[in-house]
């Protein structure tokens, strides 16, 4: 078979993010499987946060793919890169962000702003991605966009990572240092009563870049190991579903470790930790390996057109599937649960409500969150990403000059 250069778009990694943001769905609502499930499988299920370390690796790797080769620490190359990332990231979170923080203002509902008093100024820390630096404050708002914070401090520091890679060649030393500053922070902050920045290692690690960086570095390699691969598609090698394996083998560790006080989840044990941060971002990176190189039944599922599609939305779909939108969506069933019972009570018949079951409710929600996810996707997400791109925004206009008479 004809071998063929590794393309800029792989359908593959697309559907990939589907699959990273149905895993974090999972862990937020495995609590509503305890009646069903043994503990043992609602501790794993617990530990399905792990499409958060997907979401990093994959970014790691895609930035590293596209841009590796051509980054120039130039004004204008710097605001074309930061107009793109801007394009991708920014304008549903925007709007996402906004909604929440008006429903704030009609509901009063505190897990937003976690008892800060100053909703407006935490809504511009939000909008600014600066939240994400405070322990207390991370979860507020949108809660699960802290990590947007961690992706973004990558997107900026990305090119100077290019550039120290390709001058200095000892790519192993970054993360080193990286991680080392977050320490270096934690230790001047750890005493200082101010929301929480870098208040603690916990906090460093598991939600900041500085802590997490070896996972965007480990896309990173992947990205600098295939760029020049090719495709003979027919690879037997075995590497994806290896890969995928041992994913789970990692999730599997991080289910027996002893949750610490205060906490909800193994990954916040120290060896949790471990495992989440560098030892899984491995096991993806392998995963992702045999993805890029065979030909899989995994590949050919993943690449699926509605699964690709369900991937392009998937983003949205993170944004939506924890916070407001789904509180909306469990009040509608509380209250269609109420009335179908009355209706009930008027025939004189002792029926099942259909809603009555939390774990039903939450397949409910999964499907109408996504039908949400691709709507916005079609009607706002796609279209604003393609006018930025398209506009002079971060993009000095270059001026012309018309020589006449000569």
Not at 270 to 287: D, S
Not at 374 to 381: A, N
């Given at each position: 078979m004809a071998q063929k250069p590794l393309l800029n778009y792989i359908p593959a990694l697309t559907g990939v993010r589907a699959l990273a943001a149905y895993l974090v769905f999972i862990s937020h609502y495995a609590y509503t499987f305890d009646e069903n499930f043994p503990h043992a499988v609602q501790r794993f299920l617990n530990e399905f946060h792990i499409g958060v370390t997907i979401f990093f690796v994959l970014s790691g790797f895609l930035i590293a793919f596209r841009y590796f080769d051509s980054f120039k620490l130039t004004g204008d190359w710097f605001g074309q890169y930061l107009k793109n990332r801007v394009a991708r990231i920014y304008p549903m979170y925007f709007l996402l962000t906004a909604g929440a923080f008006i429903s704030f203002y009609f509901t009063g509902d505190q897990k937003i702003t976690n008892g800060y008093q100053h909703p407006i100024g935490l809504f511009l820390m939000h909008i600014t991605f600066v939240r994400g630096f405070f322990d207390q404050l991370k979860f507020t708002g949108i809660a699960q966009g802290?990590?947007?914070?961690?992706?973004?401090?990558?997107?900026?520091?990305a090119p100077f990572i290019f550039y120290f890679a390709q001058r200095y060649k000892k790519f192993y030393i970054q993360p080193i240092v990286i991680t080392g500053f977050g320490v270096l922070l934690v230790l001047l902050f750890r005493n200082v009563n101010w929301y929480g920045f870098f208040g603690n290692f916990t906090f460093m690690m598991l939600y900041t870049f500085l802590g997490r960086c070896f996972e965007?570095?480990?896309?990173?390699?992947?990205?600098?190991?295939?760029?020049?691969?090719?495709?003979?598609?027919?690879?037997?090698?075995?590497?994806?579903?290896?890969?995928?394996?041992?994913?789970?083998?990692?999730?599997?560790?991080?289910?027996?470790?002893?949750?610490?006080?205060?906490?909800?989840?193994?990954?916040?044990?120290?060896?949790?930790?471990?495992?989440?941060?560098?030892?899984?971002?491995?096991?993806?990176?392998?995963?992702?390996?045999?993805?890029?190189?065979?030909?899989?039944?995994?590949?050919?599922?993943?690449?699926n057109k509605f699964v690709e599609l369900l991937g392009k939305s998937s983003y949205i779909f993170y944004l939506i599937h924890l916070g407001y939108m789904y509180d909306f969506l469990h009040f509608g069933f509380n209250w269609l649960n109420d009335y179908v019972f009355e209706i009930y009570d008027k025939l004189g018949v002792d029926w099942n409500s259909p809603f009555q079951y939390d774990s039903l409710n939450v397949l409910y929600a999964f499907v109408i969150l996504n039908a949400v996810s691709i709507l916005l996707f079609k009607l706002i997400e796609e279209p604003l990403n393609h006018y930025i791109r398209k506009s002079d925004f971060l993009i000095k206009a270059k001026r012309t000059t018309t020589i006449t008479g000569q």
């Amino acid at each position: 078979m004809a071998q063929k250069p590794l393309l800029n778009y792989i359908p593959a990694l697309t559907g990939v993010r589907a699959l990273a943001a149905y895993l974090v769905f999972i862990s937020h609502y495995a609590y509503t499987f305890d009646e069903n499930f043994p503990h043992a499988v609602q501790r794993f299920l617990n530990e399905f946060h792990i499409g958060v370390t997907i979401f990093f690796v994959l970014s790691g790797f895609l930035i590293a793919f596209r841009y590796f080769d051509s980054f120039k620490l130039t004004g204008d190359w710097f605001g074309q890169y930061l107009k793109n990332r801007v394009a991708r990231i920014y304008p549903m979170y925007f709007l996402l962000t906004a909604g929440a923080f008006i429903s704030f203002y009609f509901t009063g509902d505190q897990k937003i702003t976690n008892g800060y008093q100053h909703p407006i100024g935490l809504f511009l820390m939000h909008i600014t991605f600066v939240r994400g630096f405070f322990d207390q404050l991370k979860f507020t708002g949108i809660a699960q966009g802290w990590s947007l914070t961690v992706e973004e401090l990558f997107y900026f520091s990305a090119p100077f990572i290019f550039y120290f890679a390709q001058r200095y060649k000892k790519f192993y030393i970054q993360p080193i240092v990286i991680t080392g500053f977050g320490v270096l922070l934690v230790l001047l902050f750890r005493n200082v009563n101010w929301y929480g920045f870098f208040g603690n290692f916990t906090f460093m690690m598991l939600y900041t870049f500085l802590g997490r960086c070896f996972e965007f570095f480990a896309g990173i390699q992947l990205a600098l190991i295939v760029k020049n691969k090719t495709l003979t598609g027919d690879a037997k090698t075995g590497f994806t579903y290896l890969g995928f394996v041992l994913i789970f083998v990692c999730v599997g560790i991080m289910s027996v470790l002893p949750i610490p006080k205060g906490e909800i989840a193994g990954l916040h044990h120290p060896v949790g930790i471990i495992t989440n941060n560098y030892l899984l971002a491995m096991a993806i990176a392998l995963f992702f390996y045999g993805l890029l190189t065979e030909t899989t039944l995994l590949k050919k599922l993943l690449s699926n057109k509605f699964v690709e599609l369900l991937g392009k939305s998937s983003y949205i779909f993170y944004l939506i599937h924890l916070g407001y939108m789904y509180d909306f969506l469990h009040f509608g069933f509380n209250w269609l649960n109420d009335y179908v019972f009355e209706i009930y009570d008027k025939l004189g018949v002792d029926w099942n409500s259909p809603f009555q079951y939390d774990s039903l409710n939450v397949l409910y929600a999964f499907v109408i969150l996504n039908a949400v996810s691709i709507l916005l996707f079609k009607l706002i997400e796609e279209p604003l990403n393609h006018y930025i791109r398209k506009s002079d925004f971060l993009i000095k206009a270059k001026r012309t000059t018309t020589i006449t008479g000569q």
